[in-house]
């Protein structure tokens, strides 16, 4: 399992003085970024294959809270990804000092062209560096209807 520490900051709690909501977006993203540079997909590398990640939904579910002072961990997990690597989804489990799980964040997302603005696949070699990743127990290959998942229209806006 890839892990990322992080010590909680001043700055990071919210009125309730116990580690804010943004925060906790924050260090996954921060733990995804600190993955795809450690499988090699920099900045640099992401200008010259001239795409870029999106984010589609991020989910959390806190378990215990964490107060100022302390240090957690967040680890990262593949939980899917489409055969073209267009489309993917990670899982962010945040531990205590004590190992105890005190929140998750599930994110799905996808490349995107940074030319063309669309959707994109990822070359064979990013898709082999995915493949052979951390992976949730749970993996499961994703396809464009999973993208979608969460898209209600409701009844008062149809015409």
């Known amino acids: 399992?890839?892990?990322?520490?992080?010590?909680i900051r001043w700055n990071d709690l919210d009125a309730n003085r116990h580690l804010a909501n943004i925060a906790y977006i924050s260090y996954a993203s921060d733990t995804r970024m600190a993955f795809l540079q450690h499988i090699?997909?920099?900045?640099?590398?992401?200008?010259?294959?001239?795409i870029g990640p999106v984010v589609f939904n991020e989910h959390?579910?806190?378990?215990?809270e964490v107060l100022p002072d302390e240090k957690i961990r967040v680890s990262f997990e593949l939980a899917g990804m489409s055969s073209e690597g267009t489309f993917f989804e990670f899982e962010h489990n945040y531990y205590n000092q004590k190992g105890e799980n005190i929140a998750r964040c599930e994110m799905m997302g996808g490349w995107m062209n940074l030319k063309t603005r669309k959707l994109a696949a990822l070359p064979q070699s990013l898709i082999d560096q995915f493949e052979a990743s951390y992976k949730t127990n749970e993996y499961h290959v994703l396809t464009p209807k999973d993208t979608r998942k969460w898209n209600k229209v409701p009844k008062d806006l149809k015409e």
């Open 60 to 64: 959390l579910y806190y378990f215990k």
């Open 1 to 7: 399992m890839f892990l990322k520490e992080f010590e």
């Open 40 to 50: 090699g997909l920099n900045h640099k590398s992401l200008q010259d294959l001239s």
